[in-house]
């Protein structure tokens, strides 16, 4: 909305009004402070000298060894816990498939089944392609090779290799991912040297075990899509071990409440609440966490969560329309890990010198272009987008055709600011009219809408230049047809469409797109929370975002100009009325009652 | 003995103790809600947000409090009558601001116990008391209802012209604000109307009983 300009309002009003000029004083009301009186986590340890479980997995024969190797392990652990495998089976941990088998098939068959094995996207763009390598991650562990491990219903059906989120300390996830045929460049986008991760002592791993840590899920989901922070801002190495300011929940006790992953994302028979996948921001915001697995803020500080603070309220009324997380995770990336914005698939191939694969480096040492990515880019404190979100993302698959880039295409307000080092919103204006792989539906006109933070992603990805449908492309392996072998787009994007059973032209175009990435973790203690001014203004951070009634921004432009116009006008005639009298006044002089 | 009003000082005893608290009440809190009210539209940064929020909340409802014995004070003493509009010198009043100012002709006009102001005065303060302030409450009452109370407001009304409805009253009064100050400079001296209103005594005032 436009209104007048500052100076203008300042001048009429301030002068209108007190006859003096006001001085517009950037008086910022210091944001209130107080400890939410959470409840107690599920992670709290015990009282001093008791044990925090009754099963000392260190003292158990069964797990003193020795081990020949990973699947004797897992065999051990499986002669208690014989049916951990099958309640896995059947979670997004094991299928990569959402909605769970037990949910039922989605109304549009197979074509509408997301997870990580059928949507694209703008990272590594699809899974189905580049199966061998994906799975390095997946929880079988042991049977890299067998795009069977996702089936639960295949023969033999896959084990379920529990010391990938059960060993503490993540390394042995770490060290599985690395025998897993994974190619180098997935991760490390530079060549590194030295040795991969491995473990060596087996039975040491085994009696280690235990709950869920940061560390052992971080294994895999701090380095989704390409490696530490690449694909989440807010998920990241830096939450091992992370400061109050960086996540008041994770950091340690007692600046922080000491957290794990699973303090929140609480489980009922292996099934981990909390997928972007299901729920929203407005969804059963009164259900306590105590009525089952539900990963939500509400869930321990209920749906009125301010009401020691002075004006705390007005702050929970705000809940109907804004996601917690929009105020209280204010930027993403804002510890030492940078997160990935850009990543532009389009030059891929540029050979060294040396005609080997290269780098190149940006000042600050970030990898700006790498031979088998192209160019890429990273940034830190990243102020997330704003946008209107019901939870439901609606997402593409590869073989799905790419909308013409429309003339404007404005349905989030790409208010990207706040960022160091990087031009974000040069990229977002040049990424303005390219279409979403992923975004969330809702507006402010569902009552299941709130508005939310996302990262989001802009990628430069191949398309089949003759219908626009979205390539999946084989990155790796040994033979030939795998981009990272010869660079070659249209037999990598051949092999990858095959795989993905889609049909190819055979010519290979390249699109920008975008993609939502959701943005719930890394909240930060309640005095770096935004205050009424970041939002509460014309230029605030829902400037570019429409809906509701927001004072402070909403109004009518032409009200306004009426109004200073009317307020001008009559202070021009006063004015010019007492300069008259008093220039008629030194002719005219004398008492007005006789 | 002689009371306050005693005879010996020239003029009249126009504005009762309560009706000066009044002005001066009402004209600090009005001036209070246009700085708040306008920061809240986001035409400036004063007190920041939040704690304009506040006060601008806090002074309406004092406001309302004072109007509320205002009416009271007005409906009791029969004071109300000073507000009904008359067309009587009128054209007087008109042609007086117009050119007479100018030239040093007489005021048409000397307030009295009878009837306190002019007729063009009395027909500001009338559209004031009728339409501006009216229009100016139950607009923020609506909105206030609207943020404290969600689930009372009537989901059809549009709050966006209601906000319109209240934007648009504050910048009349804002308007009224502006020509009042100036036109109480325009007594029989410059600081003339400006003394009543502090001390109560008009001393040019019309002291005739008819």
Known sequence: MIMAGPWLRHLILAVALVGAVVSPAAAQSSASEGVPDAAPPSAASAAPGVPSSTADHSQFEELAGPFKNAQEVNQACLSCHNTGPEQLHGTIHFTWTWPPA????????????????????GFFLSTPSNIDACTSCHIAGTRFDDPAMFDASSEPVAPVDCL???????????????????????????????????VEDLAAAAQSVGPTTRASCGACHFNADGGPGVKHGDLNPDLANPAATLDVHMAAAPDGAGFTCGTCHTTKDHAIAGSRYAGGPGESPERPALEGPAASCQGCHSANPHKQLANGERLDRHIDRVACETCHIPSIARGETATRVLWDWSTVGKLGRDRKPMVQKDKDGHIAYATEKGNLTVASEVRPTLIWSNGRLDLRHPGDPLPEPAATDADAGDAAGGDKGVDLKAIAAAFADAPWIASYE?????????????KVMYSVVPVDAENRRLAAVKFSGRSGDALWNRFNWKSAV????????????????????????PVNHTVAPADQALDCGACHASDGLLAGLPGGFLPGR????????????????????VLLHGVLRFGFGIFYGGPRHG | MADVAAPRRKGIYIFTVFERFWHWSQASLIITLLLTGFEIHGFWTLFGFEQALNLHVYAAFTLVVLWVFAIFWHLVTGQWHHYVPTTDRMWAMISFYAVGIFIGAPHPFRPSTKRKHNPLQAMAYLAFQVAMAPAIWISGLIMWVYGKFPNLYPGELPVLWVNAIHVAAAFLIATFLIAHVYLITTGETVTEQLKAMITGWDPNGDARED
């Open chain 1, 102 to 121: 037990s949910v039922g098939e989605p109304a549009g068959g197979d074509a509408e089944l997301l997870g990580m094995r059928h949507v694209a996207n």
């Open chain 1, 164 to 198: 990938t989120c059960h060993e503490p300390t993540g390394q042995w996830a770490l060290a599985n991912f690395h025998e897993g045929g994974a190619a180098c460049s997935m991760c490390h986008d530079e060549r590194l040297r030295g040795k991969t991760p491995e």
């Open chain 1, 554 to 573: 909403d109004g009518f432009a032409l009200l306004n100009w009426a109004g200073l116009a009317i307020l001008a006008a009559t202070l021009a005639s």
């Open chain 1, 494 to 517: 051949g092999a990858g469409m095959e795989a993905a059973g889609v049909p190819f032209s055979g010519d290979v175009a390249f699109a920008k797109v975008r993609q939502m990435i």
């Open chain 1, 442 to 454: 809702g507006d402010a006109s569902s009552p299941q809408s709130r508005i939310a933070p996302v």
